[in-house]
């Protein structure tokens, strides 16, 4: 986020929620918009393909039909255009690109849009209104724009949208899109990404690779690695011959469920490090018993940046460790026995992989990644808690980014089209599936299907589908349905609810009896190479 969860809750006059069930995935931030909704007068427009809980409490909802996101952004930006209710000053003073921009978005008349879209011309003006001639709008988003073949360029309109409003930069504003688990902003700070080290320094670059190879005693590669959605699928064709994969359930969280598994069945070599026996697990040569959050010291970073100190409050069971000290033995076990030649200087500063704790693991960390060269335990120990960059010992954190300058120094308008899902309805299959969780289970459930509470709750998975649909279908109060798609079936019950558009059906992939992965299309986004899970065609049947 480039704000804080504060900031935008409490000074947002507008917020626009698009791609993001807010109240059921990320419950706290949901709150409180919804208490800024009721208390202070806040508009918030909600686009989704779904009636989500949030849409009670909104002032317009964009009922778009999934997958046509872009089409929807630009035909917003189209109207705030064509009024002249953009920011002129802040185009003017802090933007580039804006012409070129500009000839897309011209493109994109809300005739056009309205058919692409689904959502009634008047509803697109009455929302480039709001959106016009109200400010600060917070712009908020999650995996519902991001998981598509053109998930990058929904956020490259996201960010058109903002700096088109002059909403970056200032309170209440911003780009901020929510992270999904509770450290995935500091795993992604870290470097688990194939093209950055740490901080978001690029493996591309010759100057970082330096940096790192004078750090870690080894040479650096400056080619960009593989994302999980490569390495798997290039574990079938040989081409890996091992995978380690650490607190990860791919056969419940990737798409295509038929295909990972055939992958991990060829390939050679496969450890998992995992708290539980996994659905990934039976495909495992090797299992490392990790630990909970509960049972480890260290820090977490939040979907605002902000850095939090976590602190051990139970010991671990029987042989299980801190991943961190699993990979240390890892590690030094292979630094004894290599053998392939690769030289490793161990007078470097940091060669030698003999942490004892973790606040010696943040040493490096503010040696070597900018962003946190001053989170310090001892700060962390105090209390303190910052949001990234925090530049030194004394800096406080920067809770607004963006202000008065963007990092690269004129913020850029990338012109982006509007690109179909790779995957879209025919007389096969003639439905859109799309996917998502529930607020009672969480991603491939091996926790939450272990709390018996929740699964009192929610016990079994749905299939939300809509009436008009369950009556031309014939399911005539049928419960049971199999839905159907190129990669594979699934049975489960039919939940026939508004909740979603005709032509649309909805399902999560929490239990392993009926995953929506197994019917996932595995299409990738070109630059981020994440799958579109949000749309595959799909046929649906009674179940008798």
């Not at 000053?89 to 580039?96: D, G, L």
């Not at 849009?113 to 400010?135: C, D, F, H, R």
């Not at 409050?313 to 033995?329: F, H, M, N, Y």
């Not at 599936?433 to 699964?455: A, C, F, I, K, P």
């Amino acid at each position: 986020m480039s704000n804080s969860i504060e900031d935008v809750t409490q000074q947002a006059k507008v917020f626009f929620v698009i791609g993001s069930n807010t109240t059921e995935q990320h419950p706290v931030i949901g709150m409180k918009i919804r208490q800024a909704v009721k208390q202070r007068d806040a508009i918030l427009i909600v686009a989704d393909p779904r009636q989500i809980p949030l849409v009670d409490f909104a002032t317009l909802h964009l009922q778009h039909k999934p997958g046509t996101d872009t089409a929807l952004l630009n035909g917003l930006m189209h109207i705030i255009l064509k009024n002249g209710w953009e920011d002129k000053a802040f185009i003017e003073e802090r933007t580039e690109g804006f012409e070129e921009f500009k000839a897309v978005i011209e493109q994109y008349p809300p005739e056009l849009v309205s058919e692409i879209t689904g959502v009634p011309e008047e509803l697109l003006y009455e929302a480039a209104q709001i959106m016009g001639t109200n400010k600060p709008m917070a712009a908020i988003w999650a995996m519902g724009i991001t998981q598509h073949i053109k998930g990058v360029y929904n956020v490259f309109a996201l960010a058109n949208l903002q700096m088109l409003l002059g909403n970056i930069g200032i309170p209440g504003g911003g780009v901020n899109p929510l992270r999904g688990q509770n450290n995935v902003q500091g795993a992604c700070d870290m470097g688990g990404l194939p093209n950055v080290y740490p901080a978001y320094q690029p493996v591309t670059s010759e100057e970082a690779a330096k940096k790192f190879a004078e750090a870690w005693g080894a040479p650096m590669s400056t080619k960009i690695g593989m994302t999980v959605t490569e390495m798997i699928p290039a574990a079938k064709e040989g081409k890996i011959k091992a995978l380690y994969i650490l607190a990860e359930d791919p056969i419940m969280s990737d798409a295509d469920t038929n295909h990972v598994r055939q992958c991990l069945e060829t390939c050679e070599f496969v450890v998992l490090q995992e708290i539980f026996y996994t659905e990934t697990a039976p495909y495992a040569d090797v299992l490392l018993p990790g630990v909970s959050f509960a049972e480890k010291s260290g820090t977490f970073t939040n979907t605002e940046r902000r850095i939090q100190l976590v602190r051990q409050a139970l010991q671990p069971l029987g042989e299980s460790r801190p991943d961190w000290q699993i990979l240390t033995e890892v590690a030094n076990r292979i630094l004894a026995i290599q053998s392939s030649g690769r030289k490793i200087d161990l007078q470097a500063p940091y060669a030698r992989w003999d942490y004892h704790q973790p606040r010696e693991i943040m040493d490096e960390i503010n040696a070597l990644a900018p962003s946190y060269a001053g989170v310090k335990y001892e700060r962390l120990e105090r209390g303190e808690t910052f949001q990234w960059p925090v530049k030194d010992e004394a800096h406080p954190g920067t809770p607004i980014l963006h202000v008065g300058k963007f990092a690269r120094g004129l913020g850029k308008f990338n012109a982006v089209e509007y690109i179909p899902a790779a995957e879209l309805p025919d007389e096969d299959y003639p439905l859109i599936l799309s996917t998502g969780r529930v607020l009672y289970h969480w991603h491939g459930g091996e926790l939450s299907r272990r709390s018996q509470g929740l699964l009192e709750i929610y016990p079994k998975p749905l299939i939300e589908i809509h009436p008009e649909d369950a009556e031309r279908l014939g399911l005539n109060g049928q419960q049971r349905v199999r839905v159907t798609s190129r990669r594979g079936s699934i049975e489960a019950e039919a939940w026939i609810t508004e909740r979603v558009l005709p032509g649309m059906v909805y399902a999560n992939f929490h239990f392993p009896e009926a995953s929506a992965n197994v019917l996932t299309h595995a299409a990738l986004d070109p630059i981020s190479k994440i799958p579109e899970f949000k749309v595959c065609a799909v046929k649906v049947e009674a179940v008798e």
